[in-house]
């Protein structure tokens, strides 16, 4: 069994800061992708920033200069630095992962639960 349990939300100001962690527990062997996604009232999921397999970063346009993706492998988690944050970025934060439970063995893609996030004065 594994899960990816989120911290880190809350109330902030705009311009103000926010660093999300996600840790994942159970059975893990590999972690591959790993990223964030957020769901904003009303509107659907969207992707937000990932690692790759490879290891390199990607960021949603939205977010690119003003959040930074990072992970502790040793810790089997991963964190989201939000800097400068607007009220749009107002969402419920969902960290997403593909997983390998066992060597060998393919991996599934897991959700944590969600953290809110929200930008407001």
């Known amino acids: 069994q594994v899960q990816l349990v989120e911290s880190g939300g809350g109330l902030v100001q705009p311009g103000g800061s926010l660093r999300l962690s996600c840790a994942a527990s159970?059975?893990?062997?590999?972690?591959?992708?790993m990223g964030w996604y957020r769901q904003a009232p009303g509107k659907q999921r969207e992707w937000v920033a990932h690692?790759?397999?490879?290891?390199?970063?990607n960021y949603a346009d939205s977010v690119k200069g003003r959040f930074t993706i990072s992970r502790d492998n040793a810790k089997n988690t991963l964190y989201l630095q939000m800097n400068s944050l607007k009220p749009e970025d107002t969402a419920v934060y969902y960290c997403?992962?593909?997983?390998?439970?066992?060597?060998?063995?393919?991996?599934?893609?897991?959700w944590g639960q969600g953290t809110q996030v929200t930008v407001s004065s």
């Open positions: 159970g059975s893990i062997s590999s972690i591959n992708a």
């Open positions: 690692f790759t397999s490879g290891g390199s970063t």
């Open positions: 997403n992962a593909d997983i390998s439970s066992y060597i060998g063995y393919r991996s599934y893609n897991y």
